[in-house]
């Protein structure tokens, strides 16, 4: 059975780090591609993230470049998403989603098959 598991959420101020961390089980790992994605309140889910199987290729949206990083260890089958410079636009739920098929990276939530619960970050002004 797939699950993903986020962790590493929480309230800081805007200008403050933040690292989240994701932990998938039931599948192999290193195989996939991983996504982060965030939905704030009244908002849809929005690609924020995403890095390839080796970890080599990563890709950002526009908003967070510069000031969020994608990482993976495949030996320990965990995806982060280091967050600097928070802004209090960056409030949102974050969902960590694994790609639905191999060698396939994309930024639209409908080509990830397998959703953690999310882990809430708020940034105050």
């Known amino acids: 059975q797939v699950q993903l598991v986020e962790s590493g959420g929480g309230l800081v101020q805007a200008g403050a780090p933040l690292r989240l961390s994701c932990a998938p089980s039931?599948?192999?790992?290193?195989?996939?591609?991983m996504g982060w994605f965030c939905q704030a309140p009244g908002k849809e889910r929005e690609f924020v993230a995403a890095?390839?199987?080796?970890?080599?290729?990563?890709f950002y949206a526009d908003s967070v470049k510069g000031r969020f990083t994608i990482s993976r260890d495949n030996a320990k089958n965990t995806v982060y998403l280091q967050m600097n410079s928070l802004k209090p636009e960056d409030t949102a739920v974050y969902y960590c989603?694994?790609?639905?098929?191999?060698?396939?990276?994309?930024?639209?939530?409908?080509?990830?098959?397998?959703w953690g619960q999310g882990t809430q970050v708020t940034v105050s002004s």
């Open positions: 989603a694994k790609v639905r098929a191999i060698v396939v990276t994309t930024r639209e939530p409908t080509g990830y098959d397998y």
């Open positions: 039931g599948y192999t790992f290193r195989s996939y591609t």
């Open positions: 890095i390839a199987w080796r970890g080599v290729s990563t």
